[in-house]
């Protein structure tokens, strides 16, 4: 069983920054992947960024280049680093573990087999 719980959530102003973190316990298999997933009010979860089946980053265009997906293995933690955050950012943000694949398959909320409780981020101007 895996267990991921989020954290670093909080209200920021448009333009700032957050780190979102994910800690991860139990067994992982070797050819997990790892991805953070947003709901946005009123809207569908969706994936965001992910570690595809070889370590390579993968990001949804509303994201690429304001937001950096990284990971600790020491730590077994997930993070993802939020810049130039925009109104539209405000969302539940989850981090989700399941069998690796390429990116989409990652970022797909069918696919992923474990899910964190989510951290709350409100993006405010």
């Known amino acids: 069983q895996v267990q991921l719980v989020e954290s670093g959530g909080g209200s920021v102003q448009a333009g700032g920054s957050l780190r979102l973190s994910c800690g991860a316990s139990?067994?992982?298999?070797?050819?997990?992947?790892l991805a953070w997933f947003r709901q946005r009010p009123g809207k569908e979860r969706e994936g965001i960024a992910a570690f595809d089946s070889v370590g390579r980053t993968a990001y949804a265009d509303s994201v690429k280049g304001r937001f950096t997906i990284s990971k600790d293995n020491a730590k077994n933690t997930l993070y993802l680093q939020m810049n130039s955050l925009k109104n539209e950012d405000t969302a539940m943000y989850y981090c989700?573990?399941?069998?690796?694949?390429?990116?989409?398959?990652?970022?797909?909320?069918?696919?992923?087999?474990?899910w964190g409780q989510g951290t709350q981020v409100t993006v405010s101007s």
């Open positions: 139990g067994y992982f298999y070797s050819n997990y992947c």
């Open positions: 989700a573990a399941g069998r690796s694949g390429v990116s989409a398959y990652c970022m797909a909320t069918w696919s992923r087999n474990y």
